[in-house]
């Protein structure tokens, strides 16, 4: 693999797989790693020293925690894997949130994404929505019940 | 390096300092207005057209300056707060990045003493106001519609309200189940080409700046006008004090310009349009011999009785696709059902709510207004498809009273990157704040039941909310009780002015910026009108 990357293969390739339990696939959903999240945070990192070494002590944190249970996380089955991810999440909350921040800032910022969940890939602008004007006619309602302002 | 005298200089070119150097300038008024920050290009600068423009709400266009930490920023210690104050530094300040919401005080807001024993009374009524709140109406165009209830007769709105779309639909349908108050609010926003600006297309995010100049910010309203009339605006200046004459009359400031350079700006009078926390920083900052403890500070209340709108929030997931990221962020509807004091409530004055549509898509999975992220896992999907674009927040904004111990000081410790002492926020949310916003989140509970939500979650206290800052060189008759008289003019200095939110007595409960911009012009027209006085003796 030729990556200009500050991560090893292997934690990368430990991103990825982690990725994939954040945001697994569904029937209509893509997983996280079909988005390339893992290779958004790759980039992230490479360009801001304080979350580099936030994420390299947390991969190498997943790692530790998975071979103190006997296994490579990479070995290990979805229920483990989870649950090696949910001890991280209380003993590294700070990595882990930013983790889980920054994946989901890739996945759903990914066009591909965007138009599966019915938002659309473009940007707001330039075209914008349209928006319908909406129901005023209550407020003759509203405006009946008479004067709430309190005169001074 | 000095500049040729002014005759006004006006510090920050927000929402009243570009409204004051208009009026002044176009009066023929030699006006030159120092801003710290830049001008910003809408079709360049602003992330609107980007694939990732979400992402810029948590970089470079978030609201807190602490997380931005822009060069034209400044730090703010805020650990002592659990509101975070916010806030844009550039041409147009805080309009830059603001919902336009554009709704006035109330009649009542300035009669608290009178009507409820509270604070004190304003020493200007809304009645003065109003050919000001008029006028600056008309400069920064606004979507509405007259007839509302909650508010003596207005004039008639430059465009009509900003539309509801089916998010708007479904929620109204629970006021009116109900029997309560809603109606369209005031907006800054065209909804119709407008004094040469054009009309909104409904992208959303109000808050990562207008690219299409729909949304009235006043580097876009105020501003080219101001200019025309000769007004000089010096960007990347960042003032460290007011100085004093021998007189003891403002000579002018002195300040850092953008390659760190120091700089000074003699004026006859000085104007201080900063903000909530920036004018009462300048003013500490401006000690000398005569001022010891700080510049107009006599009464001893520069940096106390800071106001925020403390602001609670009220999440109704519905079954539907309300459309809800289409449309301005901000809903544009309020109500006012519990604006006015009714002490069997538990508590005095009252609140709004504002009504916000759905959260875009990065901005769902981080938990939306409920501030707890979706989960992950196995089950991310399902929660983020049963929730996003269905769902509806209402905003419940209280009046915060005035407390001395709610404060801006200097902090000690921390500086800008021009060696400027950062404001230090000390404050704490009241009991009768307390009570009044958890009186709104069981009243917002029923519109959103009414309404049809199936689920409804709740923030009692949104902390990223430090929007609105006010009443820290309050305005009164009393010199021993407040800082600047009703004109905004200084007790203590003659030829010193402060127009922006911290002149505000108490803090109504609905955004203030139409409000402190009809002060600005109100004063404006004061310093104009008495010119001979305020310039010529200086």
């Not at chain 2, 070119?13 to 710290?36: P, T």
């Not at chain 2, 010193?496 to 939110?501: E, N, R, Y």
Request: net charge negative; with cysteine; proline share 6%.
């Amino acid at each position: 693999m030729s990556r200009a990357s500050i991560l090893t293969d292997a934690e990368y390739n430990l991103l990825e797989l982690v990725s994939d339990c954040l945001i697994p696939a569904n029937e209509t959903m893509p997983a996280a790693s079909e988005v390339k999240t893992h290779e958004f945070i790759d980039n992230l990192i490479q360009n801001k020293p304080q979350l580099r070494r936030l994420f390299l002590e947390g991969i190498r944190q997943i790692n530790d925690t998975a071979f103190q249970s006997g296994k490579t996380f990479d070995a290990m089955n979805g229920i483990d894997r989870e649950s090696t991810l949910k001890n991280i999440e209380d003993s590294n909350p700070e990595f882990f949130g930013e983790l889980v921040n920054q994946t989901y800032n890739a996945y759903y910022t990914s066009p591909r994404v965007l138009i599966l969940i019915g938002k659309g890939s473009d940007p707001p602008q330039p075209k914008g929505y349209f928006l319908e004007k909406g129901d005023l006619s209550s407020l003759e309602a509203v405006r009946n019940r008479g004067q709430i302002w309190r005169d001074s | 390096m000095q500049s040729q005298p002014a005759d006004v200089l006006v510090i920050g070119s927000g929402a009243s300092g570009a409204a004051f150097s208009w009026s002044l300038a176009k009066a023929g008024f030699d006006v030159v207005c120092l801003e710290q920050g830049k001008w910003l290009n809408p079709q360049e600068d602003y992330a609107t057209t980007k694939t990732d423009w979400e992402l810029h709400r948590q970089t470079d266009f978030n609201p807190n300056p602490n997380v931005r930490d822009n060069i034209s920023d400044y730090p703010v210690n805020n650990s002592d707060s659990p509101i975070a104050p916010l806030m844009y530094n550039a041409v147009g300040g805080s309009t830059i990045h603001w919902s336009a919401h554009f709704p006035r005080l109330k009649p009542s807001d300035f009669k608290v003493r009178t009507l409820d024993d509270v604070a004190d009374d304003w020493p200007i009524t809304y009645q003065e106001l109003e050919p000001y709140f008029d006028l600056n109406d008309r400069h920064m165009g606004v979507a509405g519609l007259i007839g509302d209830p909650a508010y003596p007769p207005k004039s008639p709105r430059q465009t009509p309200p900003v539309g509801l779309g089916k998010l708007g639909n479904t929620i109204t349908k629970g006021f009116d189940k109900l029997g309560w108050h809603w109606w369209p609010s005031d907006s800054a926003i065209n909804t119709t080409t407008y004094d040469g600006r054009a009309a909104c297309n409904n992208c959303g995010p109000c808050d990562l700046g207008c690219t299409i100049k729909a949304k009235a910010s006043t580097d876009v309203t105020y501003w080219p006008k101001a200019i025309s009339f000769g007004a000089k605006l010096v960007t990347g200046a960042r003032v460290r004090e007011i100085t004093v004459n021998p007189k003891g009359l403002a000579k002018g400031a002195v300040y850092y310009d953008k390659y760190g350079n120091t700089c000074e700006q003699e004026a006859k009078v000085v104007i201080l349009a900063c903000n909530g926390i920036g004018t009462p920083r300048i003013l500490l900052n401006s000690t000398s011999p005569s001022f010891p403890n700080g510049l107009a500070n006599s009464s001893g209340l520069v940096g106390k009785n800071l106001m925020f709108h403390p602001y609670a929030a009220v999440t109704g997931v519905f079954d539907e696709d309300l459309e809800g990221h289409k449309g301005p962020v901000p809903l544009n509807i309020m109500s006012s059902q519990f604006y006015e004091t009714d002490l069997t409530r538990g508590f005095v004055r009252g609140y709004a709510y504002q009504v916000t549509r759905s959260s875009s898509p990065v901005s769902q999975a981080r938990g939306g207004y409920t501030n707890t992220y979706m989960d992950w896992g196995s089950d991310h999907h399902a929660k983020f498809k049963d929730s996003f674009n269905k769902t509806v927040t209402i905003a419940i904004i209280g009046e915060d009273l005035p407390e001395l111990n709610n404060t801006v000081t200097l902090d000690p410790n921390i500086t800008d990157q021009d060696g400027i002492p950062a404001p230090k926020i000390s404050y704490r949310l009241s009991d009768n704040s307390r009570k009044m916003l958890d009186h709104g989140i069981a009243t917002a509970t029923q519109v959103m039941e009414a309404a049809g939500a199936h689920q409804v979650a709740s923030d009692p206290l949104l902390k990223e909310a430090g929007w609105h800052l006010m009443g820290t060189t309050k305005m009164g008759p009393d010199e021993n009780n407040s800082v600047v008289n009703k004109f905004g003019r200084s007790h203590d200095v003659k030829n010193l002015f402060v127009i922006d939110g911290s002149i505000f007595v108490t803090a109504g409960a609905v955004n203030p910026t139409s409000t402190i911009q009809a002060l600005a012009l109100y004063i404006a027209d004061y310093v104009k009108n008495n010119s001979r006085d305020i310039l010529d003796k200086s």
